[in-house]
């Protein structure tokens, strides 16, 4: 499975923004799937992860309400809509695939990731 995020950009606090990460190969349909993000100086962290029936296993607290994460097995495709952006989101995002059952929600647990996409909220 390879990896391709898109969607990143500069926006104005309050703005939105949707990444979308796609997949080539043949494991993603019921995979457990994940956003992170990285801020410079810090570690990598878990936005929002999703399991294979296209149920949210985890989302941050700190975007809950504000981001949704929507899968689209048919299409390989996983997204983020991000609403009501801060200074706080500003960071490089991350999609990634589960090889192994089960969803966790920590980035080590993660085998697959994208290129990353570069969320720049001013």
């Known amino acids: 499975v390879q990896l391709v995020e898109s969607g990143g950009g500069s926006v104005q606090a309050g703005g939105s923004l949707r990444l979308s990460c796609g997949a080539s190969?043949?494991?993603?349909?019921?995979?457990?799937v994940g956003w992170f993000r990285q801020a410079p100086g810090k570690e990598r962290e878990r936005v929002a992860t999703m399991d294979g029936y296209g149920r949210v296993v985890f989302i941050h607290p700190a975007v809950e309400g504000r981001f949704t994460v929507t899968r689209d097995n048919n299409k390989k495709a996983l997204y983020l809509q991000m609403d009501r952006l801060t200074p706080g989101d500003s960071a490089m995002y991350y999609c990634?695939?589960?090889?192994?059952?089960?969803?966790?929600?920590?980035?080590?647990?993660?085998?697959?990731w994208g290129q990353g996409t570069q969320v720049t909220v001013s």
């Open positions: 190969g043949s494991i993603y349909g019921d995979a457990c």
């Open positions: 990634a695939v589960r090889l192994n059952s089960g969803c966790p929600t920590l980035a080590k647990d993660f085998a697959i």
